[in-house]
């Protein structure tokens, strides 16, 4: 965290992430759902704090560990780009099945992103 207790415009650190079971079983029950051109996002917005992120990605997603791994780090590096235009929300996001880690993907989650506004 910088200093003067303000966090980072574009950071990526523990506050920004959603890590508990219990959060994701939260947004996947109770958070609004929304389907976007294959991904499913659930959100729900929150009084303060900054925008925290979840992923669910499967072995059905990829089978292979690395694999999974990019599309994890597509979303994140999405995420950590337009987090400051989403505020105070907790967001949990599934891709389709079949995605693949591109600069396209990039691309395409940061537009979606984007539409939840």
């Known amino acids: 965290m910088p200093a003067g207790g303000k966090h980072a415009r574009y950071g990526f650190g523990a506050d920004r992430r959603l890590g508990r079971s219990g959060e994701f079983e939260h947004l996947l ?25 979840g992923i669910l990605v499967s072995r059905r997603h990829a089978a292979k560990a690395t694999e999974r791994n990019g599309i994890k780090r597509c979303i994140r590096e999405a995420f950590r ?17 079949g995605v693949r880690a591109s600069p396209a993907m990039l691309h395409r989650v940061r537009e979606l992103l984007g539409r939840l506004e």
Do not use: K, M
């Open 29 to 53: 029950t109770r958070g609004a759902r929304r389907s976007i051109s294959g991904y499913t996002f659930y959100l729900q917005r929150r009084e303060s704090g900054p925008a925290r992120l």
């Open 81 to 97: 780009l337009e987090q400051s235009r989403l505020g105070p929300v907790d967001l949990l996001v599934r891709p389709p099945f």
